[in-house]
């Protein structure tokens, strides 16, 4: 009824009817069948991140919403409902403490924060990865098997990477980046979003070959894997490409040991052969004075002094393009602080990075352990994928924005919640099986 009324009520173009028609058939598409209304959300997600600022909606001078805000609330409510009806499983649902705890430091931020606004739209993002990864470890208990959402994540990959490609063929990608003219960065913001993305729809694409018996769809799989490379090798995001290699070391460490040798061969040769990657390579070891390497560290050392200033309470969580405007003014360049941890003690002082550590701590445990107690083969897999993934996405996030990304972080968490949730099925029924 809300979408209705101000489909209704307000004036607006034909782009903006067209987002309320969308948003009131996944509404609809949810309250009718959960599975497939978050199957619609993961879909479309990535499809419109570049182009939410098209779409805006502006209820007061310092108040907007873009496409991708108006559709993570009504995710948000949606997930709400749904929740609120199976509020009795998330008694049983892991890691629940820490992220009650984050949750927590976030909101008690508020009170504290130098641009409330900021700080309210960022803990609506951190809180709907919360109800993504919610909804879908409940949906997978209840279905005991892979979800759909694992699904909708490859599919969704589709229009992003047809852009991509467009955009290699026409090099109309981003520039602006050392010795770059073109990065690839599909229906995103930036590359490097582009780039983490990539990797996560990689891993299940990897996972799915393995898994699969039909020799013509290995190959299918096989031919949108080197899709998938080609694309990668093209954001030149490093981070995102040592991510990429971090996952596949643990991967074939377990898996493969003579594949993980020929990719370790084949990075080799593209480090010699290919003078773009291998200046991009160098950069980081032998960085000139212009190198985003060099200006990282110096932006680190800008936020961390910044955080000196109020290392107990921080400026209040989402706040840091605000903080970094207020030290150093509106045309000091990249506003990001680019180092998910640093964010965190920036924005929450002390406290808030002490928990977000034993965050971090506790979903690497609850999946290792996961991993060494799981029977069934085939979830086995799928948790030390899981497993190889989050580590490869942490360490991105030590130079990247990973946490600002709602893409990155939906995605990741549905796929974090499919596996505990069958690691929780299968060991029930080991203990079952074992009275």
Same mark, same amino acid.
């Given at each position: 009824?809300v979408?209705?009324?101000?489909? %209704?009520?307000?004036?607006?173009?034909?782009?903006?009817?067209?987002v309320?028609?969308?948003?009131?058939?996944?509404?609809?598409?949810?309250l009718h069948?959960?599975?497939w209304g978050?199957?619609?959300?993961l879909l479309?997600?990535?499809?419109?991140d570049?182009?939410?600022e098209?779409?805006?909606?502006n209820?007061g001078?310092?108040l907007h919403?873009?496409?991708a805000?108006?559709f993570?609330?009504l995710v948000?409510?949606l997930?709400?409902?749904?929740?609120?009806?199976?509020?009795?499983?998330?008694?049983?649902?892991?890691?629940k403490?820490?992220?009650?705890?984050l949750?927590?430091v976030?909101?008690?931020?508020?009170?504290?924060s130098?641009?409330?606004?900021?700080?309210? @739209?960022?803990?609506?993002k951190?809180?709907?990865v919360?109800?993504?990864?919610?909804? %879908?470890? *409940?949906?997978?208990k209840?279905?005991k098997k892979?979800?759909?959402?694992l699904?909708a *994540?490859?599919f969704?990959?589709?229009?992003p990477?047809l852009?991509?490609t467009?955009?290699?063929?026409?090099?109309s990608g981003?520039?602006?980046?050392e010795?770059?003219e073109?990065?690839?960065?599909?229906?995103?913001?930036? #590359?490097n979003s582009?780039?983490?993305?990539?990797?996560?729809?990689?891993?299940?694409?990897?996972?799915?070959?393995?898994q699969?018996?039909?020799?013509?769809?290995k190959? =299918?799989l096989?031919?949108?894997?080197?899709?998938?490379?080609?694309?990668?090798?093209?954001?030149?995001?490093?981070?995102?490409?040592?991510?990429?290699?971090?996952f596949?070391f643990?991967v074939?460490?377990?898996?493969?040991?003579?594949i993980l040798?020929?990719?370790?061969l084949m990075?080799?040769?593209?480090?010699?052969?290919?003078?773009?990657?291998?200046d991009?390579?160098?950069?980081?070891?032998n960085?000139?004075?212009?190198?985003?390497?060099?200006w990282?560290?110096?932006?680190?050392?800008?936020?961390?002094?910044?955080y000196?200033?109020?290392?107990?309470?921080?400026y209040?969580?989402?706040?840091?393009t605000v903080?970094?405007?207020?030290?150093?003014?509106?045309?000091?360049?990249n506003?990001?602080?680019?180092n998910?941890p640093?964010?965190?003690a920036l924005?929450?002082?002390?406290f808030?990075?002490?928990?977000?550590c034993?965050?971090? @701590?506790?979903?690497?445990?609850?999946?290792a352990?996961? @991993?060494m107690?799981e029977?069934?083969?085939?979830?086995?897999?799928?948790?030390l994928?899981? =497993?190889?993934?989050?580590?490869?996405i942490?360490?991105y996030?030590?130079?990247?924005?990973?946490?600002?990304?709602?893409?990155t972080?939906?995605?990741?968490?549905?796929?974090?919640?499919?596996?505990l949730a069958l #690691?929780?099925?299968s060991?029930n029924?080991f203990?079952?099986?074992s009275?």
């Amino acid at each position: 009824m809300v979408i209705l009324i101000m489909g %209704i009520f307000l004036s607006q173009p034909l782009l903006m009817s067209l987002v309320f028609l969308a948003g009131l058939i996944i509404a609809l598409t949810f309250l009718h069948n959960v599975k497939w209304g978050i199957f619609l959300i993961l879909l479309i997600r990535p499809s419109i991140d570049k182009f939410s600022e098209q779409v805006t909606i502006n209820l007061g001078r310092n108040l907007h919403f873009n496409a991708a805000a108006i559709f993570g609330i009504l995710v948000v409510f949606l997930l709400f409902i749904f929740l609120f009806k199976h509020r009795k499983k998330m008694s049983e649902m892991p890691l629940k403490k820490p992220w009650f705890l984050l949750l927590l430091v976030v909101i008690i931020s508020i009170f504290i924060s130098i641009e409330k606004i900021s700080s309210i @739209y960022e803990i609506i993002k951190l809180l709907s990865v919360f109800l993504v990864f919610s909804s %879908i470890y *409940i949906i997978v208990k209840k279905e005991k098997k892979i979800s759909v959402a694992l699904y909708a *994540i490859i599919f969704s990959s589709l229009v992003p990477f047809l852009f991509a490609t467009y955009q290699l063929i026409t090099r109309s990608g981003l520039g602006g980046s050392e010795g770059v003219e073109s990065r690839l960065f599909g229906t995103f913001s930036h #590359s490097n979003s582009f780039a983490s993305f990539v990797v996560i729809v990689f891993s299940l694409s990897l996972y799915l070959i393995f898994q699969e018996k039909n020799q013509w769809l290995k190959w =299918l799989l096989g031919a949108f894997i080197a899709w998938e490379m080609l694309i990668l090798e093209q954001t030149y995001a490093r981070g995102a490409w040592l991510a990429l290699l971090i996952f596949l070391f643990i991967v074939m460490l377990k898996k493969s040991p003579k594949i993980l040798l020929a990719i370790i061969l084949m990075s080799t040769a593209l480090f010699f052969f290919s003078e773009t990657i291998h200046d991009r390579v160098e950069d980081i070891y032998n960085p000139p004075a212009d190198s985003s390497v060099r200006w990282r560290f110096a932006q680190w050392g800008k936020m961390y002094g910044a955080y000196l200033k109020k290392p107990l309470t921080g400026y209040g969580f989402g706040t840091e393009t605000v903080v970094h405007e207020r030290e150093f003014g509106f045309n000091a360049g990249n506003q990001y602080t680019h180092n998910d941890p640093l964010r965190l003690a920036l924005e929450t002082g002390i406290f808030g990075f002490l928990i977000y550590c034993v965050y971090i @701590y506790s979903i690497f445990i609850r999946l290792a352990i996961s @991993y060494m107690k799981e029977k069934n083969p085939l979830f086995k897999d799928f948790n030390l994928f899981t =497993l190889a993934l989050f580590i490869a996405i942490l360490s991105y996030s030590l130079t990247n924005n990973t946490l600002h990304e709602t893409v990155t972080q939906w995605t990741l968490w549905a796929i974090i919640g499919t596996t505990l949730a069958l #690691s929780s099925l299968s060991q029930n029924k080991f203990k079952d099986s074992s009275r």
